[in-house]
């Protein structure tokens, strides 16, 4: 029996291929994410823990919410004397005070900042201190350390982006006055732990660095500590912690480094189900694949099965030679997804190598994990494919074998369409809790129903089909006369068929129109918000989300058309478990600027208060009056909220004073500038002044009501092109489905075309025809999936009407442009079988044997 | 009977495979198709009747001589003007598989001026259809047919788009005697009544009996000929030519 499978296999290899090549692209997405954040991780760990000496000293950090504390800009200091008291403790070979520097650009060039996206620039001193490894943290590639000022050392990455050698004068902007500084470079270096992961590296001397982080003070933020090899990094750490002062604490470079991962392995792990999220909806799509090619597989082999069972196979014999087949297919498939997922992975490591973040340091990284996951989804997913196919070949009756027609039993579709109103029941039900009740999680209620919504309409797509089917063989049959009839009356030969093919598309455009709702209503509510408030005339910000110079609101001011100009910093703490992103400001002149509508008390004015709006106030339930302690990086501050204010895009989480940073001794870094013009003063003019002052600095733009409207939604943009083209692999799928189904349905009615060529049709006729028929197939896919997707899109956008999304957009133009793409992929998907079908031999095709 | 030509064939070769595994399909066939007339190609299996039918029909090429529907030379014609012609000039019945199932019995009826984009002729459509005696199954689907409406439909479709000329490739080979005659009858009557030109090849000889002409074909070539046949006459030539085989003079 097995040898017999095996032949099969091999006999029908082109068919299997096209149904295998839909496992190969799930399973090549599941490796290649799994590979790709592997790789990313292995990256990380190097920089994590190839970066930190055995022992380290900072001030004391109380919240351990990393995103939050994340924009905090510690302010707190170590004197130099504490170098030289951690330098007397016994197994401590060498000490160094460390400088840290943020808001610092290298400007290339051609005057532009160098990479702009992604990774961070940091700046230090010049620090020679080994790792807790022994091992060199930096290496010279060329040229000396900055020894004075008017001297730096920057990363060879960053040299090479901003093309300058050793002894070239380079550009840097800073936070500081002037914001350009120009200085020698000495000397180019790279991490040795390989790859810096696109984050540029600036190196001054320990005074220079003092000078523009510390005001000049010899202090540090950091001591790095070497080992005597003698003592442990737990020991040793133990000894260090008993001479500090109150305030710092002595960390092992283990420790260190586990801190650093688990930030990166936190945002690792969501790009990891991000996209396995996409590698599941691509399986799923291939899976309808497998189970329509098993299904055509089966019916064309029906009466070879009979013949099977007629001479003594069980009916467990028959199926699991189907299944047998499918468990070759979906491991070969998975093989090829595994060698497909490393290319993937490799595709995007240089892809994101062009966009700045650098991992040639790293190879890919394929664990034993990676290669169990694949082949057991692959196998998995192929198998409960095709286990319906498998059990209706088993139920071949051995007469079959006699008889020359091929009818296989067909279940009804009753059981299909009592199963799609269940599934829609529950679907609109989830719904309903998510959009009429307060329970918990309403995203994932929605989610949950969307999926039972396209259960049901693949589920129901039998009988759906047919009236879509009709009507779009009544305009085929009005422009393309007897040839679109033939179409009509092939794609509704085989409904089931024709429904599963179409569901891969079906959830494909379903996801795709949902999220261009979401993304057209984000806009929408984006223009609404902006309309409302952005009640300022200007904001100057730093589109790097860097800071801005504190000192830019006092030149700003005194501009002669600038009536108002007030600074804005984000702040990140939490609140017990609750994170909070707000700001701090001048809430008085900010409420003057902007429409801060307090439903409750009154703005934050006096040292040792908050405002808070209402979705966070009532998440922490707190009212007016209440004190809050909020848990910073640097410490933790109680507070007593003074107000609370209706939520704002334009505001954020929180409002509190300025006094609130010396409090919790965070740095004053400025985020954005809100300016308001004179009334007297042209716009225009304005504008021009403003762009004067900043144009020295290029770390900051200028931005209107337009261009930060137009900001946002470039933002959203972005994020919604990236969605549809992890999407576009399943459509891809679904596309390859169509073709799979048209390919079979030409080699199964060869005799029927070949009947069609005698009596007259023409080869453009035939191929016409498949053409159609395959675009018939596209369109209904298409057709359920966008009357699906939108249905799931406007659920989604009312379910987030309190998180923003206010406005309801539904891109009208964009669906039927959707429609159309679907109609194209449908001619596209047909070309191989229409070409297939047209140069058939007549003869052959109608010979009776 | 006039002795306009419908269809000739002059010279034709044709061989498939080659060297020692060489066929000669059509050894140097010759022969007129006459208008109005009812023409049987017989012989066994193998001795090129089939290859013969189709090479005429342009449904099949030869390797060389010339095959003329009427005064129209086949070999010169493209792909699209061949398929053309087979859709304007030519009416096909075949053995088996002869209607597109997802068609009804009239639209199957209907094919080649569906395909052409032209309306059939009411009166001539009505009288086909009577002389089918389908006018009750119309609207049946292939699959509710038996099988010999479903030969009486092929019939009814190769004649209702005025062909000059009907190829019947063994047109009863799958009925039983009793649909057989039905179907026969009726190409016969066309030939009679609508002066239709009809070659049909088979090897039965109660089938070849209902012809004006029967043509015998062994190996490739044109062995006999007999007008007016009856099936014992068509017998005796076949025996005749059996025993020539068997008691080589």
């Known amino acids: ?562 009536a108002k100009a007030v600074p804005n910093q984000s702040i990140g703490f939490t609140i017990g478990d609750e994170p909070i992103y707000g700001s701090v400001t001048d809430p008085q002149a900010w409420s003057e600027i902007f429409k801060v509508n307090y439903v409750k008390g009154e703005a934050p004015v006096r040292a040792g208060t908050i405002a808070f709006n209402e979705t966070k106030a009532k998440a922490l339930s707190v009212s007016v009056g209440d004190t809050v302690e909020l848990a910073f990086l640097t410490g933790t501050v109680p507070v007593q909220v003074a107000g609370i204010f209706e939520d704002s895009e334009a505001l954020g989480q929180s409002l509190a004073p300025y006094s609130l940073l010396e409090d919790a001794g965070i740095k004053r870094a400025d985020t954005v500038i809100a300016v308001n013009k004179k009334p007297n003063a042209g716009f225009k003019t304005t ?55 048209l390919a079979l349905s030409v080699i199964e009615r060869t005799r029927e075309l070949g009947l069609l060529r005698a009596v007259g049709l023409e080869r453009g006729q035939l191929r016409r025809m498949v053409r159609l028929e395959s675009v018939a197939l596209a369109v209904l896919g298409a057709i359920l999936g966008i009357a699906t997707g939108t249905v799931s899109g406007v659920v989604l956008q009312r379910t987030f009407v309190d998180d923003g999304i206010t406005a309801l957009s539904i891109p009208v133009t964009q669906l039927v442009i959707f429609l159309a793409i679907s109609a194209l992929v449908g001619v596209m998907a047909a070309v191989l079988p229409a070409h297939r079908a047209a140069k058939l031999n007549i003869l052959d095709a109608i010979s009776v044997e | 009977m006039t002795s306009e030509i419908a269809a000739s064939a002059t010279d034709l070769y044709k061989t498939y495979g080659s060297n020692e595994a060489m066929v000669k399909a059509l050894d140097g066939v010759s022969v007129d198709i006459r208008a109005g007339e009812f023409t049987a190609i017989m012989g066994t299996s193998g ?37 053309q012609l087979r859709r304007d000039r030519v009416g096909f019945v075949f053995q088996a598989f002869n209607l597109v199932p997802t068609l009804n019995a009239e639209e199957n009826i209907l094919l080649p001026l569906s395909i052409a984009g032209r309306k059939p002729d009411k009166d001539w459509y009505r009288k086909v259809i009577d002389a089918v005696d389908l006018s009750t199954r119309l609207k049946h689907r292939p699959s509710e047919l038996s099988g010999g409406q479903q030969q009486r439909v092929a019939c009814a479709r190769a004649l209702v788009s005025r062909p000059d000329i009907v190829f019947a490739d063994e047109p009863t080979g799958n009925l039983d005697s009793a649909s057989g005659a039905e179907v026969l009858s009726f190409l016969r009557r066309s030939v009679d009544d609508f002066g239709q030109t009809i070659v049909m090849v088979t090897h039965d000889p109660v089938a070849a009996s209902y012809t004006d002409r029967v043509i015998f074909l062994a190996d490739g070539k044109i062995i006999d000929e007999l007008l007016e046949p009856t099936a014992e006459k068509v017998l005796e030539k076949m025996a005749r030519r059996n025993r020539r085989v068997k008691n080589p003079v």
């Open chain 1, 1 to 562: 029996m097995l040898s017999f499978t095996l032949r099969n296999l091999l006999a029908r290899k082109v068919r299997l291929l096209l149904s295998a090549f839909a496992i190969v692209l799930g399973v090549g997405f599941v490796a290649g994410s799994f590979v790709f954040t592997d790789t990313m991780a292995s990256s990380f760990d190097k920089i994590a823990y190839g970066t930190v000496a055995s022992v380290n000293v900072r001030p004391v950090q109380e919240s351990s919410d990393a995103m939050t504390s994340s924009m905090t800009m510690d302010a707190r200091r170590i004197d130099a004397s504490v170098v030289d008291d951690v330098r007397q403790v016994d197994g401590v070979r060498k000490a160094a005070g460390g400088v840290q520097g943020l808001g610092l650009f290298v400007i290339t060039k051609e005057n532009r900042l160098l990479s702009t996206t992604g990774a961070p620039t940091l700046a230090f001193n010049v620090d020679d201190t080994r790792n807790a490894a022994d091992e060199e943290i930096i290496r010279w590639v060329s040229g000396r350390a900055p020894e004075r000022e008017g001297e730096v050392a920057i990363d060879a990455r960053a040299a090479k982006g901003a093309g300058y050698r050793v002894g070239d004068t380079i550009k840097l902007a800073t936070l500081g006055d002037p914001p350009i500084v120009e200085t020698k470079l000495t000397g180019i270096v790279e991490f040795s732990s390989g790859s810096l992961a696109g984050a540029t590296l600036v190196l001054f001397d320990t005074k220079t660095a003092q000078a523009m982080f510390m005001d000049g003070a010899d202090e540090f933020n950091t001591i790095s500590i070497e080992r005597d090899p003698s003592v442990s990094e737990e020991v040793l750490t133990k000894r260090v912690q008993e001479v500090l002062p109150e305030g710092l604490e002595a960390v092992s470079g283990t420790d260190l480094g586990n801190e650093t991962k688990s930030v990166f392995d936190e945002v690792l792990g969501f790009l990891n189900t991000f996209l396995l999220v996409f590698a599941g909806i691509s399986l799923v799509v291939g899976s309808f694949l497998i189970v329509n090619t098993f299904s055509m597989l089966v019916a064309q082999r029906s009466s070879e099965l009979a013949l099977l069972r007629a001479m003594g196979a069980s009916r467990r014999q028959v199926q699991a030679a189907v299944l047998i087949e499918a468990a070759v297919v979906g491991f070969v498939g998975s093989i090829l997804g595994l060698g497909f997922g490393f290319g993937l992975a490799a595709l995007l490591k240089s892809a994101l190598g062009y966009l700045g973040i650098d991992l040639s340091g790293t190879a890919l990284v394929f664990l034993p994990r990676t290669v169990i996951v694949a082949v057991v989804v692959g196998v998995v997913v192929t198998l409960l494919a095709a286990y319906i196919p498998a059990r209706r070949a088993s139920k071949v009756p051995p007469v079959a074998a006699m008889r020359d027609d091929q009818a296989l039993s067909e279940g009804t579709v009753h059981w299909r369409v009592i199963s799609g109103v269940v599934f829609a029941l529950l679907g609109f039900g989830l719904f309903g809790l998510a959009l009429w009740t307060d329970l918990p999680k309403p995203g994932w209620m929605v989610g949950a129903g969307i999926i039972s919504l396209l259960l049901a309409v693949i589920a129901t797509s039998v009988v759906t089909a047919i009236p879509v089917l009709a009507g779009l063989g009544r305009g085929f049959r009005g422009i393309f006369g007897f040839v679109g009839l033939l179409a009509e009356q092939n794609s509704l030969r085989n409904p089931r068929r024709t429904a599963a093919t179409a569901s891969a598309l079906t959830i494909g455009l379903a996801l795709v129109t949902t999220m261009s709702i979401m993304g057209a209503s984000l806009n929408a509510s984006i223009d609404e918000g902006v309309d409302k408030q952005f009640t300022t005339d200007f904001i100057v910000t730093n589109p790097t989300r860097m800071p801005i110079s504190s000192k830019l609101t006092d030149q700003i001011v005194e501009l002669p058309s600038v």
């Open chain 1, 687 to 741: 504008r021009a002044a403003l762009e004067r002052i900043t144009k020295d600095n290029p770390t900051v733009v200028v931005q209107d009501k337009e261009s930060f409207a137009e900001a946002q939604r470039a933002q959203v943009n972005t994020m919604l092109y990236l969605i549809y083209a992890l999407l576009g692999l399943a459509i891809v799928i679904a596309i390859l489905g169509i073709v799979n189904t």
């Open chain 2, 47 to 83: 001795s090129g009747k089939s290859t013969l039918m189709h090479c005429m029909a342009g449904l099949d090429s030869s390797d060389s001589g010339s095959v003329k529907i009427g005064d129209v030379e086949l070999s010169t014609l493209s792909d699209k003007k061949l398929t």
